[in-house]
Nanobody, 117 residues
Framework: VQLVQSGAELRNPGASVKVSCKAS????????IDWVRQAPGQGLEWMGR????????KYAQKFQGRVTFTADTSTSTAYVDVSSLRSEDTAVYYC???????????WGQGTQVTVSS
């Protein structure tokens, strides 16, 4: 099993960024994918979840309206799109496969997103 994320991104405030997470080694539609981020000096912050089977999503309240999760079953890839970026969105963004018991068993390698003018 592997989750491979896209590379580092640098954006200006107000811009958008889309991070990908390509899954391999298992049936993509059989497991939820969560997105979690970690800002410098901070703990992990749960952003939300997508069910690749039907595209159903759940967002942490903080991110509703500004974050969008999608999944492309033809390429086994999950995406997170963050709009209206601000400096506080500077963080490493991770995707993680959710186990039956709601823990994580596999993580992507992380994608650094830097928001700076």
């Amino acid at each position: 099993v592997q989750l491979v994320q896209s590379g580092a991104e640098l954006r200006n405030p107000g811009a958008s960024v889309k991070v990908s997470c390509k899954a391999s080694g298992y049936t993509f539609t059989s497991y939820y994918i969560d997105w979690v981020r970690q800002a410098p000096g901070q703990g992990l912050e749960w952003m939300g979840r997508i069910d690749p089977e039907d595209g159903g999503t759940k967002y942490a309240q903080k991110f509703q309206g500004r974050v969008t999760f999608t999944a492309d079953t033809s390429t086994s890839t999950a995406y997170v799109d963050v709009s209206s970026l601000r400096s506080e969105d500077t963080a490493v963004y991770y995707c993680a496969r959710v186990t039956y018991y709601s823990g994580y068993d596999y993580w992507g390698q992380g994608t650094q997103v830097t928001v700076s003018s």
